[in-house]
């Protein structure tokens, strides 16, 4: 990351349109809450953003789901009148990191800070170490430009990532992301933005622009906040005086190609029991300031809002792509909104949905949902939606004269109905047995008071998008409980920003060390969190088969996994527990949290004195630790479990980890080869733990696997197990796949 300017040029064809995209893209994760991301040091969360991320659509995701929440975001910053450095004027000029494309060679040029980092991560504490069974499971730390510096960090968040970039209009970016594991306020991230007008539009100290007092400068938000295989409707609050919440969020919806009920889920990997798109997903605008001179918050800003097609190139792609025709579009959706597009309708009061209510100053378009009247049921039924929606909010005008700032303040955020809640909601409602809704929520109430939901307008407005049946009807309440739970999450962050970060904190999370042993497993965890004033004691908590609760992706079992409190250590002192109350054979995982008493705790968004956990999601043993028996003084009795193994009996499955086949009653030390039935070496496998089981594979990903990671077709196998004295036995595999 310490490097000299590097430039990675990639050439992009999408559909029919090219363009260049120059994107060097280092990042760094945040990963200390349930709701996580990846940094781009040059403030880029667009689609092509893969940097040294490895992978595309997956922005922003909340702990161990499935989907992302934010499918990709961009920004433009624009202004009129523009100067360049050879005098020309420019009637708009566009800059920024666009939804697709960013070139941070001639646009968004990530600057070095004195020690020649683009990007820097600050935690509050040094992070916990987790080792299972000698392997340490924890993330690195610190990795290059990481450091612990809590004098660093605003407030009292427990990480904070930074960068700082030049554009080519002349205004200094510096980006701060800030995240929190403390449980109030884990579910959404911070991005604390400063614009300053330096009239640097390079890397080099010549300042180009000295004296340019910029006019009519916006800046706008873009984001697409689902996975590409789910059809989201959009809403958001704040284009009220009533709304106390200014929030841009989406939904699962219903797709049109669907021919029943599959809300809350794509159309691939529809594995039983699971949801995969059954998030509510948004941005909170928690600070705009009123000017470069009043830092106070601008309740009226963003000034413009709306929601339209994602798939218009001239506010999908990076401006040096596009052109000054271009610029111009952009810059009147930012000043103007976008009724003059003709798709969305301007919000005004002769077409306010809800009369009661007074509209904001502003350019705001209808909500989206709003537009869903009968015979509009899905976002495709929109013929100016080609593909998906994007929602968009601009905040202005400033003007900045040389050295002038502002800061513009949002998060971005999840709602998410229980994992578990999902399991058992999606199993009855596949199986046709009744479903219960939420609590006050009635579908044909007989006291006559009729219809009584959380459902979306959507939905509201066309039963038949949940097939007018009481259990479909019932599922997709409890899906949209999401949505409340956004809300909830983003006036926690909107509190948080009011507050300059300041939010109570618990104790910090121990280290943990697990070790698997015969008869039982032990847990052992350090003394850290004991340097708080107010600590009160420990929570050992144990989830058999996942690490994460509820987690399902690319499995066929029927189990999963509940996080459990089994043990409660108050006061300080102890540091290490033997579980033995374990099945041989099955994955075990483990996390350790600190409470203090709560005295000193306060205030916070929900009141004073709570008790507060360390974070749950810092210390978890993601490698699973494994009861064991002692070593057999006998070849005779090795088995093999299960076997024969079945793909499609998941009853006879390990929780899970549905391709492990385990050897029970080894010897302490032998040699187990696996052939065909025609004599093809599959697999070596050297036991050396001294215990009397070993599985055909160390890693999951080597599970029924040959050495090249080949998985194993059905039929017979022969295990060959060797001790290193020359004694022998075979043992018979039957694998049906």
């Known amino acids: ?255 049109k190609s669907d021919d029943k009920d599959w809300t809350g889920n794509g159309y691939w990997d529809r594995q039983p029991g699971w949801l995969w798109n059954s998030q509510s997903v948004g941005q909170a605008i928690c600070h705009v ?45 930012m000043t103007e909104g976008w009724d003059w597009r003709g798709n969305v309708p301007r919000l005004t009061e002769a077409n306010n949905p809800y009369p009661d209510l007074t509209i904001r100053p502003g350019y705001r378009s209808v909500r989206m949902q709003d537009l869903a009247v009968t015979g509009t049921k899905f976002i495709l039924d929109l013929d100016w939606v080609t593909y998906g929606a994007a929602y968009f909010w601009a905040a202005g005008p400033y003007t900045m004269k040389p050295g002038d700032t502002f800061r513009i303040v949002w998060a971005d955020g999840f709602g998410v109905i229980n994992p578990l809640k999902i399991w058992e909601i999606e199993k009855k409602w596949e199986a046709g047995q009744t479903v219960e809704p939420p609590a006050g929520m009635t579908f044909d109430d007989a006291a006559g008071v009729g219809l009584v939901d959380n459902m979306p307008v959507p939905y509201k407005n066309n039963p ?101 409190l089994i043990k409660d250590f108050s006061g300080s002192g102890t540091h290490s527990y033997e579980d033995s109350d374990v099945t041989r054979g099955l994955a075990y995982f483990y996390k350790v949290t600190a409470y203090d008493d709560g005295v000193s705790n306060g205030p916070d968004v929900y009141g004073n004195n709570q008790v507060l956990e360390s974070g749950h999601f810092m210390n978890v043993t993601k490698r699973a630790a494994y009861l064991t028996r002692a070593a057999a003084t006998s070849l005779d009795n090795i088995v093999v479990v299960p076997n024969p193994y079945n793909s499609s009996a998941t009853d006879l499955q390990f929780p899970g980890e549905e391709r492990k086949i385990v050897f029970y009653e080894l010897p302490p030390v032998c040699t187990i080869t696996i052939y065909t039935e025609s004599g093809d070496l599959v697999r070596t496998i050297e036991h050396t733990n001294g215990s009397g089981d070993e599985a055909w594979g160390v890693l999951s990903e080597q599970w029924m696997a040959s050495e090249v990671g080949q998985v194993v077709v059905s039929g017979l196998y022969i295990a060959h ?7 022998s036995v075979n043992r018979k595999i039957v694998i049906v796949r």
Not at 515 to 531: A, Q, R
Not at 541 to 557: A, K, P, V
Request: net charge negative; proline share 5%.
């Open 464 to 564: 038949d998008l949940y097939d007018n049946d009481k259990n479909s009807w019932a599922r997709d309440c409890w899906i949209f409980t999401g949505i409340d739970s956004l809300i909830q999450n983003m006036n926690a962050a909107q509190w948080n920003v009011a507050h300059n970060y300041n939010v109570p904190t618990a104790p910090l999370p121990p280290s943990v060390n697990v070790t698997s042993l015969p008869n039982k497993i032990v847990i052992e965890w350090g003394d850290e969190s004991e340097s708080a004033s107010d600590f009160a004691g420990y929570r050992l908590y144990r989830s058999e088969g996942f690490w994460y609760e509820g987690y399902l992706r690319n499995t066929n079992t029927t189990d999963h996994g509940e996080w459990q």
């Open 1 to 255: 990351m310490k490097r000299n300017y590097i430039i990675i040029g990639l050439l992009l064809t999408c559909f029919l349109f090219s363009y260049n995209i120059s994107y060097a893209g280092f990042t760094k994760q945040i990963k200390v809450g349930a709701y996580q991301t990846f940094v781009d040091d040059n403030t880029h969360e667009g689609e092509t953003s893969t940097g040294d991320r490895g992978s595309m659509y997956q922005n922003a995701f909340w702990w161990g789901w499935p989907a992302c929440a934010v499918q990709f975001s961009g920004w433009y910053l624009g202004t009129e009148n523009w100067t360049d450095a050879n005098g020309t004027i420019w009637p708009v000029k566009l800059t920024g990191a666009a939804p697709v494309t960013v070139n941070e060679e001639k646009a968004q040029m990530p600057v070095a800070d004195a020690d020649g980092y683009y990007i820097r991560r600050y935690m509050r504490y040094s992070p916990p170490t987790v080792t299972v069974d000698g392997y340490q499971t924890n993330d690195p730390w610190p990795l290059e430009a990481d450091e612990v510096n809590p004098d660093i960090i605003p407030g009292t968040a427990d990480i904070m990532v930074t960068s700082t970039i030049n554009t080519d209009m002349g205004v200094t970016i510096t980006q701060k992301v800030l995240a929190w594991t403390q449980k109030n306020h884990d579910d959404y991230i911070v991005f604390d933005w400063t614009f300053t007008n330096t009239g640097n539009i390079d890397l080099d100290d010549e300042i180009e622009l000295p004296n340019q007092t910029l006019e009519g400068v916006h800046f706008l938000r873009s984001s697409r906040l689902e996975r590409w295989d789910s059809e989201f409707w959009y809403s958001g609050l704040g284009e009220y005086e009533q709304d106390t919440l200014r929030l841009r969020y989406a939904y699962p919806a219903r797709r």
């Open 721 to 727: 197990i060797e001790t290193p004295d020359g004694q």
């Open 289 to 333: 300031d009123k000017t470069v001179d009043d830092e106070t918050d601008d309740f009226n800003q963003p000034m413009m809002t709306g929601t339209e097609n994602s798939d218009l190139l001239w506010i999908r792609n990076d401006p040096t792509s596009t052109g000054p025709a271009d610029w111009q579009l952009v810059y009147k959706v």
